[in-house]
């Protein structure tokens, strides 16, 4: 099983539809949880990152925790052209050998989402 | 304040050359991480410098390696450079090494391709 998995695309969804991005994890112990953006060609950027359990709203964009059923998600409401991108989840993980974390990004796949008008 | 700066932003290089990139972090964020990104793939964890240790190491070999300044800039060094270092290389800067609510931010990258 790999560490991180996001659902596979490509997603595509109307102009104005909600975009459902999923992301499962294996390792119970990470702590923080991150989404984001990439657009062709150019580095990722950051949307969002959340660490506590339940939805956390950031104008269009939510993201909803489940620690216990290990999963992460990304809402995009109200889509448009220009969040087509791929979106990546990732998750904080690595302790170094004191046990601290060292805040190692463990990253999935990417899911690409296309927004048509 | 300006983002994460990396340099350069493209490179060529052939087989067996070797490589250094450069990575300023934001101003105030004394960790920098590294990442490679194969197209079509989610970023690689190469390594992290926190108060200029390394803290964090990925899977990748000793020809890779990097070191952190007094002033938290950064370089990634690659030797012997092979056809499949061709990647996005990215750095990725925090304000504090593992804090649960510590947000990363990545540089534009440096795109090296081996000829």
């Known amino acids: 099983q790999k560490e991180v998995e996001q659902n596979s695309g490509p997603l595509s969804v109307p102009e104005g539809a909600i975009a459902s991005l999923n992301c499962t994890y294996s390792?119970?112990?990470?702590?923080?949880f991150f989404w984001y953006r990439q657009y062709s060609g150019k580095s990722p950027e950051l949307i969002m990152f959340?660490?506590?359990?339940g939805d956390k709203e950031d104008g269009r964009f939510t993201a909803q925790l489940n620690k216990a059923s290990q999963y992460v998600s990304l809402l995009i409401r109200d889509s448009q052209p220009s969040d087509s991108a791929t979106y990546l989840c990732?998750?904080?993980?690595?302790?170094?050998?004191?046990?601290?974390?060292?805040?190692?990004?463990?990253f999935g796949q990417g899911t690409i989402l296309t927004v048509h008008p | 304040d300006a983002g994460v700066t990396q340099s350069p932003t493209h490179l060529i290089k052939t087989r067996g050359q070797h490589v250094t990139l450069r990575c300023s972090p934001i101003?105030?964020?004394?960790?920098v991480s590294w990442y490679q990104q194969v197209l079509g793939q989610g970023p690689q964890f190469i390594f992290q410098?926190?108060?200029?240790?390394?803290?964090g190491r990925g899977n990748f070999p000793d020809r890779f390696s990097a070191r952190q300044f007094p002033n938290y800039s950064s370089e990634l060094n690659v030797n012997a450079l092979l056809l499949g270092d061709s990647a996005l290389y990215l750095c990725?800067?925090?304000?504090?090494?593992?804090?649960?609510?510590?947000?990363?931010?990545f540089g534009e990258g440096s795109w090296l391709t081996v000829v």
């Open positions: 101003s105030g964020h004394k960790s």
């Open positions: 390792d119970r112990g990470s702590q923080s």
């Open positions: 990725a800067s925090s304000r504090r090494q593992g804090a649960i609510r510590n947000t990363i931010y």
């Open positions: 990732a998750l904080r993980t690595g302790l170094n050998a004191g046990g601290t974390s060292y805040g190692k990004l463990t």
């Open positions: 959340i660490y506590s359990n």
């Open positions: 410098y926190y108060e200029k240790e390394e803290r």
